[in-house]
């Protein structure tokens, strides 16, 4: 058994997750001895700054950082700076189902979220077209028409 100490750190909106995370750090206690999985919901540290400074405390000595269902602006911007500043010291970045400025933390190995599209995504964002005001379905419509095609070749 591997006893590697991890420090596995979960921020997200509400302690709903709580419960499925302590049932699954039992299972995965047995397997990764040196697991430590911590969960931070915002519905606790928006309205206590205790529990909003112990949430930034795992988050700058975390090896792994998952941010879940951090859309509203608010929890946004009581732990983003935490977690942009961890980054690059740990492990792993997961932004899952949060606002953009969440997201583009990602970051797992040479895959980061907040870099500029190369290849065959690139390629893709073009096709698809702007995304400003003066977009239309007309270009989605015209990309997904010649998708087929570049498949073929992939």
């Not at 590697?4 to 001895?33: C, H, N």
């Not at 919901?41 to 090896?63: K, P, Q, S």
């Not at 911007?77 to 932004?95: N, Q, S, W, Y």
């Amino acid at each position: 058994m591997n006893a590697t100490p991890i420090k596995f750190v979960i921020v997200t909106m509400d302690s709903a997750l709580a419960g499925s995370v302590s049932r699954a750090q039992q299972q995965l206690k047995r397997e990764l001895p040196g697991l430590e999985l911590i969960v931070h919901a915002a519905d606790e540290f928006g309205v206590d700054r205790e529990a909003l400074a112990a949430c930034h405390a795992d988050i700058a000595t975390a090896d792994i950082i998952v941010g879940a269902l951090l859309f509203l602006d608010d929890h946004i911007k009581m732990v983003h700076p935490a977690i942009a500043a961890r980054r690059e010291h740990c492990d792993a970045v997961l932004g899952l189902l949060s606002g953009s400025e969440i997201m583009k933390l990602t970051r797992l190995g040479r895959f980061s979220m907040d870099k500029e599209a190369t290849g065959l995504m690139a390629m893709l964002k073009k096709l698809r077209g702007s995304k400003g005001p003066k977009s239309s379905g007309k270009g989605q419509m015209k990309m997904l028409k010649q998708l087929p095609k570049l498949l073929r070749f992939i």
